[in-house]
């Protein structure tokens, strides 16, 4: 139990476009999902806090217009990198509150290459 | 917020020996303290974690033990077999209404065959 996935799981796109990845709790409803980031050798770094039915909260030096979360189910959230940049290539991974208030369920995260 | 800062950052054991990765966190209100290990281009594992309503909590070669005055607590990986070798983090938060994890800058663990 507790699966999360998340789609694609690499993607290569062009400077200047938008990138979205969706991450879906499979068997668990997750009224609370996080997004992070992570660079390569780095650790991961909390992007936003998204909660079904309301405004995701985002870290301080996240730009809320650039990285768009939506959360408008109790199993799937959206992370959309608007007007990608070479610096947006990153590993992003979301994870998922599960049943029990303090564990989390990771996906497998999504490889972005802006080129 | 919190901080958890996370020693050593590379770490190089022979088969058979023990390894030990440190963390210290600043927020004495986080009690949920989780190790992942992540091997490249994976997501985190959850390997073992510990509430801070007890102080050391043990599964088979992996050992966790919490120090709530001091702020720090400590991953414990007996008689390492290469495939342990992996980055591993360490994480902090608060076990009620559903926190983010604040990870510590991460651990590589390699052990020499």
């Known amino acids: 139990g507790a699966v999360v996935s998340q789609h694609p799981s690499w993607v290569i796109c062009k400077s200047g476009t938008s990138v979205k990845i969706e991450c879906r709790s499979l068997d668990f409803q997750a009224t609370t999902m996080f997004w992070y980031r992570q660079f390569p050798k780095q650790s991961l770094m909390l992007m936003a806090t998204?909660?079904?039915?309301?405004?995701?909260?985002?870290e301080q030096g996240v730009e809320k217009d650039k990285f768009l979360i939506n959360h408008a189910s109790l199993t799937l959230s959206t992370l959309t990198v608007t007007s990608a940049h070479p610096e947006d290539s990153s590993f992003y991974i979301c994870?998922?509150?599960?049943?029990?208030?303090?564990?989390?369920?990771f996906g497998p995260g999504t490889r972005l290459t802006v080129t | 917020g919190e901080n958890v800062e996370q020693h050593p950052s590379t770490l190089s054991v022979q088969e058979g020996d023990s390894a030990v990765i440190k963390c210290t966190y600043s927020?004495?209100?986080?009690?949920?303290f989780p190790w992942y290990k992540q091997e490249l281009g994976k997501r985190p594992q959850l390997i073992i974690d510990?509430?801070?309503?007890?102080g050391e909590k043990k599964d088979q070669r992996i050992a966790v033990t919490l120090n709530k005055t001091a702020k720090h607590f400590s991953l414990h990986i007996t008689e390492t077999q290469p495939e342990d070798s992996a980055v591993y983090f360490c994480a902090a938060s608060v076990d009620t209404g559903r926190r983010a994890l604040t990870f510590g800058s991460g651990t590589r663990l390699q052990v020499q065959p």
């Open positions: 927020d004495s209100a986080s009690n949920y």
């Open positions: 994870s998922a509150g599960g049943p029990v208030s303090y564990e989390q369920y």
């Open positions: 510990i509430r801070s309503n007890v």
């Open positions: 998204s909660n079904e039915g309301s405004k995701a909260t985002y």
